[in-house]
């Protein structure tokens, strides 16, 4: 039984991408390459299903396929936080059920992207139910609003949560308010978790007061962020602004030639091939894929990583 209010991801969580085979159909056996790899990175945990993997691509048999299968192969090595977030709130609340059958950490949830929640109270009445159904494993809102729509204050959202949630643990906090941030912090006394959740603007996070990040590049530049992370609680913040400007580098290139798939290919020149995207995403061609090995080699991004650090 998980104590939900002493639960913590606790550190750099990484967002895996879902692997796919030559047929579009989920690569369960790379799951298990795939958490080995996150393991050695130094990373906490793995955030399945979410943006990054492609979890509203999917369809809600495969997305439980992937989270069972991660529950599976990670043992005690990584905390596994199942995204379940869907339009419909009734495959989000079975998502929930299979994640805690399954085993998962915690269960994650966005809001609704098409029909829009038009207040917070519509948004709590939404993600209640899907929280509820995963009762005894803590939930954490996923905060997206470039994606959803959904621009709510969520300090906002914590005060009229908070009593109506209760296994209602935190927020992933995919945005770069860091004035509601910090009031999220900050509220009662900093009973929830907020997990940061924009990779390239971390420093800015760790300066808020944030003590745990959830993101994509943290799948293959994990050692980067830790030594930024060191540097900062180090009070050497010479070399952590540094490490964020490699970040920001490194960010500014995914947003050249699309996050999702220059992620993708990145995985591959690592040594761990997740496959395409799905439509209507495509993967890099071959000419992108020589230009983000240039300037990966400009950068310095992999040569310049120092070995993974504990957060």
């Known amino acids: ?180 941030y910090q009031r999220c912090l900050a509220f009662a006394g900093g009973r929830f978790e907020i997990a940061w959740g924009v990779d390239e603007m971390l420093i800015g996070g760790l300066a808020a007061g944030a003590t745990s990040a959830v993101g994509s590049t943290y799948n293959y530049a994990a050692p980067l962020y830790a030594r930024m992370i060191a540097a900062f609680r180090a009070g050497d913040l010479t070399t952590a602004r540094a490490c964020s400007q490699q970040a920001v580098e490194l960010v500014a290139l995914l947003l050249k030639h699309g996050v999702l798939r220059t992620g993708k290919a990145t995985m591959a020149m690592i040594g761990l091939d997740v496959g395409p995207t799905r439509g209507p995403v495509a993967p890099l061609d071959a000419a992108e894929i020589a230009a983000v090995r240039q300037a990966y080699d400009r950068i310095g991004l992999f040569r310049l990583q120092s070995p993974a650090v504990s957060t």
């Open 1 to 180: 039984m998980v104590d939900l209010q002493d639960f913590s991801l606790g550190g750099l969580i990484a967002a895996p991408y879902t692997a796919f085979d030559g047929s579009g159909d989920p690569a369960l056996g790379v799951i298990d390459r795939y958490a080995h790899h996150l393991v050695g990175s130094g990373v906490k945990g793995a955030f399945v299903c979410g943006t990054t993997g492609e979890g509203l691509s999917m369809t809600s048999d495969e997305r439980m396929k992937v989270a069972e299968r991660w529950t599976k192969v990670v043992g005690n090595n990584l905390k596994v936080i199942v995204h379940v977030g869907h339009t419909s709130q009734r495959d989000s609340i079975e998502l929930a059920r299979h994640a805690a059958k399954v085993g998962a950490s915690a269960t994650a949830a966005l809001a609704p992207f098409f029909y829009k929640p038009a207040s917070i109270q519509a948004l709590v009445d939404f993600v209640r139910p899907i929280a509820a159904a995963a009762a005894a494993l803590p939930f954490y809102y996923y905060h997206i609003p470039s994606m959803t729509g959904a621009a709510f204050a969520m300090a906002d959202f914590l005060e009229a949560a908070a009593d109506k949630i209760p296994n209602l643990r935190g927020i992933k906090y995919t945005h770069g308010d860091l004035m509601d």
